[in-house]
């Protein structure tokens, strides 16, 4: 019966590492096996690469690079001008960005174009020739959107055609942040590619000088004009100042520290003028103050006159006074008090007293006469003092206008010594103009050739070989859904495999004219002619023939002892030309040399080849064994060598269509009970569902699976529709193999790693 069972696996030797801690690098065994299966479209993309690759570089123009090293100093000193500021970095950084784009400019183009006269150069202006070119020109002419140049005549086309061939082979790079710029040319000539970038560079620098003479000049003759017209407005109000001083009698007067109004210097002058009379006001008056004390007792108690000192008079008499005193002193110290000569120089320093009284009296009235007059010059100079503040603030309402007119005309009087400077700095500048870019190394023609590379030509080439065998075996990978190994038989089918059997030379057999002959005269002889390839397994049991069918009948017996009376075996396919017929013949003659009584039959009505191949001369056959048309004897051919007994398909012209289904099941019980074994070479299941319809009367099937040709989706297909028959297999068996090819793909256990959890068709009892 058809069990759906999920036993437990075999058992299997305890792993050193669980699931949740796999080993390390465990996917480099497939990686490996991949390559290794893989290799050949692998190896012959990258060495389709590398060839590409020599062709290429056979055939590639060599092209050579020159350099021209170009600084842009934007801080560099002016000769006539002081030093420019520098910038900040992203202004630098735009303007050199913005440099770098006037480089490759079509004006600078242009220039290089004329000064080299690349118009008249082949390899600017290529040129059409031959039929091919006619054939293009007489296409464009009748294309006028495709015509660029429409309207210019032949020299302008030329010179534009040379512009845009020499944009291609110009290229600006700057190095990373800084100031330097490298001027690249590409072209098939080293002179030429050096020529070029130099060409290039001072190209590039005239186009500056010029701009920057042009800007020169036009701000040149838009200052003077300016200037001329700042002049006549600075002019005209320093006049209208100067006028407006006129009108209301306002007069500057130069002073040490600049100019001031003439009211404000009178106005200065009559204060110190107050300021000191009222101080020769104060010192007269203490002076008479003092004289009027010194009248009343004009001799000090010490005989110090106390302003005697004042004129030579007084100082005299007051000499006189002490040279008298003293006398008269040292005269009474001599001679006492009344003595003559002491009276004498008494009455003379009485007299000296007298006379220096009348002198305090003269000075007094002198002093007197001092302040009197000190005082009426104060009173006049206060009054000349408050006439000016008055004139002053009349003319300080006067000059809020003047401010006004003399702000004015400084403004005007400093805009046009601006713009005079301006004005003879550009002047300067025109006569020296320079440029911020200067030429750090010039070109010279280079060594080796930039382009192609061929280490570089060769790896590219190498890796896109090399990746594209990957893509193409990544792909025969991923659409490869044949059969390649037991365990890719077992997942697509969930029947286990008896055994693979590898491609050998002794299990191919070809029907010929010379074997159908001999068939046929061991026919008349009452024999089977039975070729090498079907003795194959019963002739060498240790080969994998050998083997396959062992374990087929290692599964049969063991279905037998377990209850289950395995004896018709039913050997079938999925397509046809999978080696049903081959298995089957071997299985049957494997178990009749065991000493088994074993029939073999053709069940395949369609391609009856073990027919063909074992008793071509067939008169009857399972159909008409089946109908009882005839009898057991009369459709058996005996192998004089096994003992094998086989029934085969009656000629096509004896076939009558399809026998009943009873009528089969009839034949079969009948030989299951005369033999032992019965070994059915059954149709593919595609072709027929002779194989779906017998699943009651065969006890076990075998399935044949061809390596490499069958498609797993196939197989699954298949089996999915006998699943509810009462089918039961004995497993499965993998014919053609090519073992140094299966040898590339992972082993058994770790194809089937995850899949154990996959319900299984299996042979369980």
């Known amino acids: 019966m058809l069990n759906f069972l999920n036993p437990s696996p075999p058992m299997q030797p305890p792993s050193r590492w669980s ?27 990258s060495l389709l690469g590398l060839l590409i690759g020599v062709g290429y570089l056979s055939v590639a123009t060599p092209q050579y690079t020159a350099i021209a090293t170009v600084v842009i100093d934007t801080r560099s000193a002016h000769p006539v001008g002081g030093e420019i500021a520098a910038p900040d970095w992203q202004t630098q950084s735009a303007y050199i960005e913005s440099q770098e784009e006037l480089m490759q400019s079509p004006a600078t183009l242009r220039g290089v174009v004329d000064t080299l006269h690349l118009d008249r150069d082949p390899l600017f202006v290529p040129r059409e020739s031959g039929p091919v070119g006619h054939a293009i020109g007489v296409v464009r002419s009748w294309m006028p959107w495709a015509d660029s140049g429409a309207g210019l005549n032949q020299a302008d086309r030329d010179k534009a055609a040379a512009e845009y061939t020499l944009s291609r082979m110009l290229k600006i790079w700057r ?41 020169t000049r ?161 009173t006049a100079i206060q009054t000349r003092l408050d006439e000016q503040v008055k004139a002053a603030a009349a003319t300080n ?22 713009f005079l400077e301006r004005f003879n700095q550009a ?50 990978e991923a659409l490869d859904v ?49 070729p090498a390839a079907f003795r194959y397994a019963a002739a060498s049991a240790d080969s994998d023939a050998g083997q396959a069918a062992h374990r087929i009948g290692v599964a049969a017996a063991r279905q ?32 009749a040399a065991g000493g088994q009584r074993t029939v073999l039959v053709d069940m395949n009505a369609d391609t009856p080849w073990l027919t063909e191949v074992l008793y071509p001369a067939a008169k009857a ?52 009970d005369r033999y032992d074994m019965v070994v059915l070479d059954l149709p593919p299941m595609t072709t027929g569902g002779t194989a779906t319809l017998l699943s009651d009367m065969v006890d076990g099937f075998v399935l044949v699976t061809k390596w490499g040709s069958t498609p797993r989706p196939q197989l699954s297909e298949a089996l999915s529709h006998i699943v509810g028959m009462d089918a039961f297999f004995l497993g499965s068996v993998l014919t053609q193999c090519d073992p140094e090819r299966m040898r590339l793909y992972p082993r058994d256990q770790a194809q089937m790693q995850g899949q154990r959890a996959a319900p299984l068709l299996t042979a369980a009892g």
């Open 19 to 45: 699931d949740a801690n796999p080993p390390p690098f465990q996917w480099l065994p497939a990686g490996v096996s991949f390559l290794r299966r893989q290799k050949r479209p692998i190896m012959a993309c």
């Open 175 to 215: 190095s990373g942040t800084t100031s330097v710029l490298e001027v690249r040319v590409q072209t098939p000539d080293r002179a030429l590619s050096a020529k070029l970038a130099n060409t290039v560079t001072e190209a590039y620098m005239s186009q500056q000088l010029v701009a920057i003479s042009e800007t």
């Open 218 to 378: 036009r701000a040149g003759t838009w200052l003077q004009s300016r200037v001329g017209e700042l002049r006549a407005q600075a002019v005209a109000a320093d006049r209208a100042v100067q006028e407006y001083k006129a009108k209301n009698g306002i007069v500057d007067v130069a002073t040490g520290t600049g100019t001031e109004l003439i009211n404000e210097q009178q106005l200065s002058q009559l204060n110190i003028q107050v300021a000191n009379a009222r101080s020769k006001v104060a010192e007269t008056q203490a002076r008479y103050q003092r004289a009027t004390a010194s009248t009343v007792d004009g001799v000090t108690s010490g005989g110090v006159v106390s302003d005697g000192a004042q004129n030579t008079v007084m100082a005299r008499l007051q000499q006189q006074y002490f040279d008298a005193a003293r006398r008269e002193a040292d005269l009474t110290t001599r001679m006492g008090p009344n003595h003559a000569a002491v009276i004498l120089q008494r009455n003379e320093v009485s007299e000296l007293r007298h006379s220096i009284q009348d002198e305090l009296v003269r000075l007094t009235q002198t002093y007197h006469g001092d302040y009197q007059v000190a005082q009426a010059n104060l």
């Open 397 to 418: 309402i006067e000059r809020s206008e003047l401010r006004s007119l003399q702000s004015s005309a400084d403004a005007y009087r400093q805009i046009y010594g601006n």
């Open 427 to 476: 002047m300067q500048d025109q006569s020296y103009p320079i440029t911020d870019a200067r030429i750090a190394a010039p070109a010279v023609a280079p060594m080796d050739r930039s382009t192609p590379k061929t280490a570089i030509v060769l790896a590219i080439m190498l890796t896109l070989g090399l990746a594209a065998g990957m893509l193409i075996a990544v792909t025969r």
């Open 482 to 530: 044949a059969v390649r190994t037991m365990a890719q038989l077992r997942e697509a089918t969930g029947i286990e495999c008896l055994g693979a059997i590898a491609r050998a030379k002794a299990l191919s057999f070809r029907i010929d004219s010379r074997w159908t002959r001999s068939g046929r005269i061991a026919g008349r002889a009452g024999n089977i002619a039975v």
């Open 560 to 591: 037998t002892a377990r209850g289950r009376d395995v004896r018709v075996i039913g050997c079938v396919s999925v397509v046809s030309d999978e080696g049903t017929s081959t298995v089957a013949a071997n299985l049957a003659f494997a178990m």
């Open 621 to 672: 056959g399972v159909q008409q064994l089946a109908t009882r048309e005839a009898v057991l004897r009369d459709v058996v051919q005996a192998d004089a060598e096994s003992g094998l007994h086989f029934i085969g398909q009656a000629p096509a012209s004896s076939r009558n269509g399809q026998s009943r289904m009873a009528n089969l099941r009839g034949m079969l019980a009948e030989l299951r």
